[in-house]
C-alpha cells in the first residue's frame, strides 16, 4: 500500500509541475481583415489598456517611436499596391510605426515587420514617413483600437484611438485601374451581369451617365427586368436629371421588389421616389 501511495503521490506531483495556468493577456492580439473596393487590406495588433495610467506624454511618451499598439510589431498587409500621402507602395506586408506629438504624429510604414515592437527599427527600412495632426475625442477609448473606416470604392482610413486621442490615416488603393482594365477586357462579348456591374460602377465612381445607362440597359435586354437591376437604372437617370424616366423606373423597381417581398427595395424606392417628385 506504501508503494502505491508513494506511486500516486509522484504522479500527482508530476502532473501538477506540468499544468500551467493560463491567464488572459495584458494586451490581447487580434487579427481582422477589410475588402476595401477590390483590395484585401488584413490588421495584426496587440491591444493595450489604460487601466487607470495616462496614456499619451506618460504611458506612450511624445517624441519617441511607437509599436502603435503592444507586443510585436503592428503589421497591414495589402493584396494591391496602396498609395499613402502620395506615394505608392508595392503590394505586401508592412510594419506601422508612429511618433506621436501632442497635436501631430508622425506614420511610419516599415518594410521590416520582424522586429518586436520598435526594437531594431532602422530608417533605412522605412517605405514612406509623413505626417498628420491628432484630433481630440469627446469619449474616452479604455482600449487602443485600430479601425478601418469610411470604407469607399478607392480609399478608406486607418483609425488609431485611445484615451481621447483618434489618428485618421488616408490611404488610396488602385480600383478603378483595376476595373477600368477589366472592363476593357471583357467589353468585347460580355454577359448581362458584366454590363450591369460595369454600368453599376460608372454610377458609383460619378463616371459617364451615358454610357452607364447604356450598359445597364443592354443588361436589362440580356437578362430581363429585375428589381434591383431596374434600382440602378433609376439612380442614372436622375443623376442624368431625366427625374420624370427615374420615378417612372423607380415605381416598376418598387412594384417588382414588392412582389419578390424585398422590402428594403421598397423603402430605397418609395424614398427616392418622393424627393424626385419635390424637385
Same mark, same amino acid.
Given at each position: 500500500m506504501k508503494k502505491i501511495g508513494l506511486l500516486l503521490s509522484a504522479s500527482?506531483?508530476?502532473?501538477?509541475?506540468?499544468?500551467?495556468?493560463?491567464?488572459?493577456?495584458?494586451?490581447?492580439?487580434?487579427?481582422?481583415?477589410?475588402? =476595401?473596393?477590390?483590395?484585401?487590406?488584413?490588421?495584426?495588433?496587440?491591444?493595450?489598456?489604460?487601466?487607470?495610467?495616462?496614456?499619451?506624454?506618460?504611458l506612450v511618451p511624445f517624441g519617441e517611436m511607437w509599436r502603435?499598439?503592444?507586443?510585436?510589431?503592428?503589421?497591414?498587409?495589402?493584396?494591391?499596391?496602396?498609395?499613402?500621402?502620395?506615394?505608392?507602395?508595392?503590394?505586401?506586408?508592412?510594419?506601422?510605426?508612429?511618433?506621436?506629438?501632442?497635436?501631430?504624429?508622425?506614420? =511610419?510604414?516599415?518594410?521590416?515587420?520582424?522586429?518586436?515592437?520598435?526594437?531594431?527599427?532602422?530608417?533605412?527600412?522605412?517605405?514612406t514617413r509623413f505626417n498628420l495632426k491628432s484630433a481630440a475625442t469627446s469619449d474616452k477609448t479604455e482600449t487602443f483600437t485600430i479601425n478601418i473606416a469610411d470604407c469607399a470604392n478607392n480609399d478608406a482610413k486607418i483609425e488609431l484611438t485611445w484615451e481621447n486621442t483618434r489618428v485618421s490615416i488616408p490611404f488610396t488603393v488602385p480600383t478603378d485601374a483595376k476595373m477600368m482594365a477589366a472592363i476593357k477586357s471583357?467589353?468585347?462579348?460580355?454577359?448581362?451581369?458584366?454590363?450591369?456591374?460595369?454600368?453599376?460602377y460608372y454610377l458609383e465612381s460619378g463616371k459617364d451617365m451615358t454610357q452607364a445607362l447604356a450598359w445597364v440597359n443592354k443588361s436589362l435586354e440580356m437578362n430581363g427586368e429585375k428589381f434591383w437591376m431596374l434600382r440602378q437604372k433609376s439612380l442614372i437617370q436622375a443623376k442624368m436629371g431625366d427625374l420624370k424616366?427615374?420615378?417612372?423606373?423607380?415605381?416598376?423597381?418598387?412594384?417588382?421588389?414588392?412582389?419578390?417581398?424585398?422590402?428594403?427595395?421598397?423603402r430605397m424606392n418609395e424614398k427616392s421616389i418622393a424627393e424626385w417628385k419635390k424637385k
Open positions: 500527482f506531483l508530476a502532473l501538477s509541475l506540468d499544468a500551467q495556468i493560463q491567464a488572459p493577456a495584458p494586451s490581447p492580439t487580434i487579427t481582422m481583415s477589410q475588402q =476595401v473596393g477590390l483590395t484585401d487590406v488584413k490588421l495584426e495588433y496587440s491591444r493595450p489598456s489604460a487601466k487607470g495610467r495616462k496614456v499619451y506624454g506618460d502603435t499598439g503592444a507586443n510585436s510589431a503592428t503589421k497591414l498587409t495589402f493584396s494591391d499596391s496602396v498609395q499613402f500621402n502620395g506615394k505608392w507602395l508595392q503590394k505586401g506586408t508592412y510594419a506601422l510605426y508612429t511618433i506621436p506629438a501632442k497635436d501631430e504624429w508622425t506614420i =511610419v510604414l516599415s518594410k521590416n515587420t520582424g522586429n518586436w515592437g520598435s526594437n531594431g527599427y532602422k530608417m533605412e527600412d522605412d517605405a471583357t467589353m468585347n462579348g460580355p454577359s448581362g451581369d458584366s454590363y450591369f456591374a460595369a454600368g453599376r424616366g427615374a420615378i417612372e423606373t423607380a415605381t416598376k423597381s418598387r412594384d417588382m421588389a414588392e412582389k419578390e417581398k424585398n422590402m428594403d427595395y421598397v
